[in-house]
């Protein structure tokens, strides 16, 4: 999810995840950055990736998840640009604002989520 359903021109998206165990017994799973992908859509189009980050830092992290105790993933920038072969950083391309809406999704060990988290960019 994002911190805002909005943005101020100026301010840096903060993203993130809450993921939940829906089922009756704890399980164990990977929530570490090497399995976690986020991205930034608008309409059909991807827009940002994790994909395009340098990765070769990122670790597992296997935890236990206890039924119906949702756990949030830390909350990074996304500084408003689009990724690439070159990378995600803040030396990218800058994205469209004044009004754009954008949605985030997230990849966490191997699960999609379900639901996009809506925002827009003013």
């Given at each position: 999810?994002?911190?805002?359903a909005?943005f101020?021109p100026?301010?840096?998206?903060?993203i993130?995840?809450?993921?939940t165990?829906?089922s009756?017994?704890?399980?164990?799973?990977?929530?570490?950055?090497k399995s976690?992908?986020?991205?930034?859509?608008?309409?059909?189009?991807t827009?940002?990736?994790?994909?395009?980050c340098?990765?070769?830092?990122l670790?597992?992290?296997?935890?236990?998840?206890?039924?119906?105790?949702?756990?949030?993933?830390a909350?990074?920038?996304?500084?408003?640009?689009?990724s690439?072969?070159?990378?995600?950083?803040?030396?990218?391309?800058?994205?469209?604002?004044?009004?754009?809406?954008?949605?985030?999704s997230?990849?966490v060990?191997?699960?999609?989520s379900?639901?996009?988290?809506?925002?827009?960019l003013?």
């Open positions: 999810g994002t911190a805002a909005s101020d100026g301010v840096n998206p903060y993130g995840y809450k993921i165990n829906n009756e017994v704890d399980c164990t799973f990977d929530v570490g950055a976690t992908y986020l991205r930034v859509t608008s309409g059909s189009e827009i940002w990736t994790s994909e395009d340098d990765r070769t830092a670790v597992s992290n296997i935890v236990t998840l206890k039924p119906n105790e949702p756990l949030s993933s909350m990074s920038d996304w500084y408003r640009v689009k690439s072969s070159t990378g995600c950083g803040a030396d990218q391309t800058p994205v469209t604002a004044g009004g754009a809406s954008y949605h985030l997230v990849e060990g191997g699960v999609v379900k639901e996009t988290s809506q925002f827009v003013n």
